[in-house]
Protein backbone atom coordinates (compact mmCIF):
# COMPACT_ATOMS: atom_id res chain seq x y z
CA UNK A 1 0.00 0.00 0.00
CA UNK A 2 1.48 3.53 -0.70
CA UNK A 3 2.02 6.33 1.26
CA UNK A 4 -0.91 8.39 -0.44
CA UNK A 5 -2.99 5.24 -0.28
CA UNK A 6 -2.18 5.17 4.17
CA UNK A 7 -3.14 8.28 4.56
CA UNK A 8 -6.07 8.88 3.18
CA UNK A 9 -4.48 11.53 0.65
CA UNK A 10 -4.74 10.99 -3.74
CA UNK A 11 -1.77 11.69 -5.34
CA UNK A 12 -1.01 14.66 -7.28
CA UNK A 13 -1.88 13.18 -10.10
CA UNK A 14 -4.91 12.06 -9.52
CA UNK A 15 -6.02 15.64 -7.96
CA UNK A 16 -5.18 17.36 -11.36
CA UNK A 17 -7.12 14.83 -12.78
CA UNK A 18 -10.26 15.38 -10.63
CA UNK A 19 -10.13 19.27 -11.17
CA UNK A 20 -10.69 18.29 -14.71
CA UNK A 21 -13.10 16.25 -14.68
CA UNK A 22 -14.99 18.88 -12.44
CA UNK A 23 -13.93 21.86 -14.56
CA UNK A 24 -15.09 20.21 -17.99
CA UNK A 25 -18.45 19.78 -15.98
CA UNK A 26 -18.68 23.42 -14.86
CA UNK A 27 -18.03 24.31 -18.44
CA UNK A 28 -20.92 21.94 -19.92
CA UNK A 29 -23.35 23.57 -17.18
CA UNK A 30 -22.56 27.41 -18.02
CA UNK A 31 -24.67 29.44 -16.70
CA UNK A 32 -26.17 32.21 -18.99
CA UNK A 33 -23.86 35.12 -17.94
CA UNK A 34 -20.61 32.91 -17.93
CA UNK A 35 -21.82 31.90 -21.41
CA UNK A 36 -22.60 35.46 -22.48
CA UNK A 37 -18.97 36.58 -20.90
CA UNK A 38 -16.98 33.46 -22.43
CA UNK A 39 -18.63 34.38 -26.08
CA UNK A 40 -16.61 37.82 -25.45
CA UNK A 41 -13.30 36.39 -23.89
CA UNK A 42 -12.29 33.72 -26.30
CA UNK A 43 -10.11 34.04 -29.14
CA UNK A 44 -7.94 36.73 -27.67
CA UNK A 45 -10.95 39.02 -28.14
CA UNK A 46 -10.43 41.13 -25.27
CA UNK A 47 -6.85 43.26 -25.33
CA UNK A 48 -5.39 40.15 -27.23
CA UNK A 49 -5.29 37.99 -23.80
CA UNK A 50 -5.70 34.29 -23.93
CA UNK A 51 -8.05 33.78 -21.16
CA UNK A 52 -9.20 29.70 -19.73
CA UNK A 53 -13.04 28.87 -19.07
CA UNK A 54 -13.46 27.22 -16.07
CA UNK A 55 -9.67 26.54 -15.53
CA UNK A 56 -8.26 24.71 -11.87
CA UNK A 57 -6.44 27.45 -9.59
CA UNK A 58 -4.83 25.02 -6.41
CA UNK A 59 -8.19 23.85 -4.65
CA UNK A 60 -10.27 26.25 -6.78
CA UNK A 61 -11.72 26.51 -10.32
CA UNK A 62 -11.76 29.91 -11.38
CA UNK A 63 -14.40 30.89 -13.86
CA UNK A 64 -12.19 32.25 -16.44
CA UNK A 65 -8.32 32.97 -16.05
CA UNK A 66 -5.74 35.14 -18.00
CA UNK A 67 -2.74 33.46 -16.85
CA UNK A 68 -0.40 35.52 -18.42
CA UNK A 69 -1.64 38.61 -16.43
CA UNK A 70 -2.41 36.47 -13.43
CA UNK A 71 -6.15 37.57 -13.35
CA UNK A 72 -9.37 35.23 -12.53
CA UNK A 73 -12.08 36.80 -13.24
CA UNK A 74 -15.44 35.67 -11.14
CA UNK A 75 -19.31 35.45 -12.18
CA UNK A 76 -21.21 35.30 -9.26
CA UNK A 77 -24.93 33.91 -8.83
CA UNK A 78 -27.28 34.37 -6.00
CA UNK A 79 -26.09 31.95 -3.58
CA UNK A 80 -23.12 34.54 -3.68
CA UNK A 81 -24.67 36.87 -1.37
CA UNK A 82 -25.52 34.73 2.06
CA UNK A 83 -23.23 35.85 4.64
CA UNK A 84 -21.66 32.69 4.57
CA UNK A 85 -20.83 32.97 0.49
CA UNK A 86 -19.20 36.05 0.81
CA UNK A 87 -17.22 35.18 3.81
CA UNK A 88 -16.08 31.76 1.96
CA UNK A 89 -15.44 34.15 -1.21
CA UNK A 90 -13.11 36.35 0.45
CA UNK A 91 -11.27 33.53 1.94
CA UNK A 92 -10.85 32.14 -1.56
CA UNK A 93 -9.83 35.64 -3.18
CA UNK A 94 -7.17 36.05 -0.19
CA UNK A 95 -5.76 32.18 -1.19
CA UNK A 96 -5.54 33.36 -4.88
CA UNK A 97 -3.73 36.75 -3.99
CA UNK A 98 -1.26 34.31 -1.64
CA UNK A 99 -0.96 32.75 -5.41
CA UNK A 100 -0.15 35.68 -7.14
CA UNK A 101 -3.34 35.96 -8.16
CA UNK A 102 -5.85 38.96 -8.57
CA UNK A 103 -9.44 38.27 -8.95
CA UNK A 104 -12.08 40.76 -10.33
CA UNK A 105 -16.02 39.36 -9.29
CA UNK A 106 -19.47 40.34 -10.95
CA UNK A 107 -22.11 39.56 -10.46
CA UNK A 108 -24.98 37.38 -12.87
CA UNK A 109 -27.20 40.44 -13.43
CA UNK A 110 -23.87 42.66 -14.15
CA UNK A 111 -22.99 40.73 -16.81
CA UNK A 112 -26.24 40.36 -18.74
CA UNK A 113 -27.51 43.60 -18.45
CA UNK A 114 -24.04 45.51 -18.55
CA UNK A 115 -21.92 43.08 -20.32
CA UNK A 116 -19.81 46.33 -22.18
CA UNK A 117 -18.96 47.68 -18.70
CA UNK A 118 -17.69 44.20 -17.42
CA UNK A 119 -15.58 43.98 -20.06
CA UNK A 120 -14.31 47.52 -19.74
CA UNK A 121 -13.64 46.96 -16.49
CA UNK A 122 -11.65 43.68 -17.40
CA UNK A 123 -9.71 45.98 -20.33
CA UNK A 124 -8.64 48.39 -17.86
CA UNK A 125 -7.60 46.56 -15.34
CA UNK A 126 -5.19 44.06 -17.56
CA UNK A 127 -4.24 47.78 -19.36
CA UNK A 128 -3.69 48.83 -15.40
CA UNK A 129 -1.29 45.48 -15.03
CA UNK A 130 0.58 45.41 -17.84
CA UNK A 131 3.70 43.52 -16.99
CA UNK A 132 5.48 45.38 -19.90
CA UNK A 133 4.17 48.80 -20.71
CA UNK A 134 7.03 49.27 -23.24
CA UNK A 135 7.87 44.95 -24.65
CA UNK A 136 10.95 44.66 -26.30
CA UNK A 137 11.24 44.08 -29.85
CA UNK A 138 9.79 40.64 -31.45
CA UNK A 139 12.83 37.90 -32.07
CA UNK A 140 13.54 35.46 -33.60
CA UNK A 141 12.74 34.07 -37.01
CA UNK A 142 9.45 36.30 -38.02
CA UNK A 143 11.59 39.56 -36.53
CA UNK A 144 12.84 41.82 -39.02
CA UNK A 145 17.02 42.95 -38.51
CA UNK A 146 18.41 46.48 -39.46
CA UNK A 147 21.38 45.19 -41.52
CA UNK A 148 25.14 47.34 -40.48
CA UNK A 149 26.53 49.33 -43.30
Known amino acids: ?56 VGPFIADFACLEAR ?25 LKDAGLEALRFDNRQVLTQTEAVLAAIQQWLQGHDPHPNPLPQAGAGASRKESP
Request: charged share 30%; proline share 2%; hydrophobic share 35%.
Open 71 to 95: LVVEVDGGQHFGAEALQADAGRTEA
Open 1 to 56: MSDATRTGSLPLCRLRERAGVRARGLRANAADAERRLWSQLRNRQLAGRKFRRQHP
